[in-house]
Every structure is written in structure tokens, then in C-alpha cells.
């Protein structure tokens, strides 16, 4: 697994929703783990690559799966030529380079792989490499973040105590509708009008959970939508394809859905 570590040059745009680029910070300068709660494209991605940059650290993005293994993680010997060479996973070159480690999406991954992070999160903060015989110290600068959107996961997957309990937990959700309007508008180029119908009609789709809808229409789906819009697609069409489609094949919850469309773009 080669996962690339990156360090943005401008600021990436985020609009913080309360004190989280605070608290992140004192988490970062306590070597304190961090995980980010929040419902699917809320910000949480975006809220690390800020906060990478703000602190001047690289960031080492890993989406985990039900398939990653500790030794996706940590690193494998691989036979190259006639020769046997260790070739370290990218949390272990996160740990030596002293990069930000963050873990999308942490709940998918196995039990078994996960608490491979434990000795990372406590005071200890070492990463034991037993098939290479070696005990790394995180570098200074190293800081572990996972995510997980604990609404989807309640009836299908959840973290240990044991684990939970090794973070700092912030909770990301969707922005008030002032600054998700800021946020639309300044991701999509649409202009403030469009911005506001969207934002209007998302806070009107996300009433659906309700009765039914699995996943509410989240800040990238309204971004989305606004990209189509200021493309020049028909903004109720552009609305059935970004935002409709994609959260439900029910056919009731689909005509819901549309009549508010309707009924937001005249």
C-alpha cells in the first residue's frame, strides 16, 4: 500500500462550527489521538487537511476497509531481486516522519488491525514492528486522527470501549445553515441565491430521516449540486441527479424528495 503524504500550499477552506480548530490544536500540542465524529461529507476530511496545514505537518490519508490488515498498516518484507527488504506501511512512515496520520472511516477496519494504534495512543506512543524486530518512537509531530460516522455504523459496526476511550472526541456536523451557505457558495463558484436554495432544500431533506432516508443529503451532495448548477445544468435537474439519486431508489421517499425540489426551484 504506497499512500502518499501531503502538505498543502494554500490554505484549504474550512469554516470552523464551534471550537474544534482549538481543542484540535491543544490535542496536537499534548500528543493527544483524535477522533472526528460526524455524518458522511460534513467536513471532517476537509477539517484535517486544514488543521495539517495551519500546524505545518504532512497528513497520511488511509481509508480503511474491511480488508486492511495490521501489515497494510505497519509494513511487510517483500522479496525484491535475490534479496528479502522491509518496506513500511504508511502508518509506520507516519510515525517515523512525524505526520498526521488520520484514519478515514476507523469502524470499517477489522478488530485485529485496529489495535495495532493502541500503543500509539497513551503515553507510550510506540509502534512495535515485531516481524522486523523493531520498536519505533513516534517522531515529534506525529498526531493519530480516525473518523467514523457513528449514525451509519449504530446498527452495524461500533468501537471498543477500550478504543473509544484512547481519543479526544470531536463532534463534526452539519454547519449552521449561515455558514453552509459561505461553504457552498465559495466549493461551487454558484452565486449567493443558488447557495441559499440549496442549503434551504437540504435542511428540508435532511427532515426525511424520518421516515426512512438511511443518509441525509450531506454538505458535499449540496456542493455538488451547486457545481452542476453553476455549469449551467437546470438547478431541479441539477438536483435530481446530485442530491435525489444519489440518497434513495425508494420510490415514495424519491417523490418526497423531488416535490421539495419543485418546490424550492419554481
Not at 473518523?147 to 454547519?175: E, H
Request: aromatic content about 6%; charged content about 25%; some cysteine.
Amino acid at each position: 500500500m504506497q499512500i502518499a503524504a501531503s502538505r498543502p500550499d494554500d490554505e484549504p477552506f474550512y469554516v470552523p462550527s464551534g471550537d474544534e480548530v482549538r481543542i484540535f490544536e491543544q490535542c496536537h500540542a499534548r500528543r493527544l489521538a483524535v477522533m472526528l465524529k460526524g455524518p458522511t461529507g460534513c467536513g471532517k476530511t476537509r477539517f484535517i487537511e486544514h488543521m495539517a496545514w495551519r500546524l505545518g505537518r504532512p497528513v497520511i490519508t488511509i481509508s480503511c476497509h474491511d480488508d486492511l490488515t495490521a501489515s497494510d498498516l505497519v509494513g511487510r518484507f517483500l522479496i525484491r531481486h535475490d534479496d528479502t527488504v522491509w518496506q513500511d506501511g504508511p502508518l509506520t512512515r507516519a510515525v517515523r516522519e512525524g505526520a498526521i496520520c488520520y484514519l478515514d472511516e476507523i469502524v470499517e477496519a477489522r478488530q485485529d488491525t485496529v489495535v495495532v494504534l493502541h500503543p500509539l495512543t497513551d503515553y507510550r506512543r510506540i509502534l512495535p514492528l515485531d516481524k522486523a524486530g523493531e520498536l519505533i518512537e513516534a517522531a515529534p509531530g506525529f498526531q493519530l486522527v480516525v473518523s467514523y460516522n457513528p449514525g451509519y455504523q449504530r446498527m452495524l459496526k461500533d468501537l471498543k470501549p477500550s478504543t473509544r476511550q484512547r481519543f479526544v472526541a470531536l463532534d463534526l456536523g452539519f454547519p449552521r445553515a449561515e455558514r453552509e451557505i459561505r461553504i457552498v457558495q465559495h466549493e461551487s463558484g454558484a452565486d449567493h441565491p443558488t447557495a441559499h436554495a440549496l442549503v434551504s432544500l437540504g435542511q428540508r431533506l435532511r427532515s426525511l430521516q424520518d421516515r426512512g432516508l438511511a443518509e441525509v443529503p450531506s454538505t458535499r451532495l449540496l456542493i455538488a449540486a451547486a457545481r452542476l448548477i453553476a455549469s449551467g445544468i437546470e438547478a431541479r435537474e441539477a438536483c435530481y441527479a446530485a442530491l435525489v439519486s444519489p440518497l434513495s431508489d425508494d420510490a415514495s421517499l424519491v417523490g418526497a424528495m423531488r416535490d421539495l425540489v419543485d418546490a424550492t426551484f419554481v
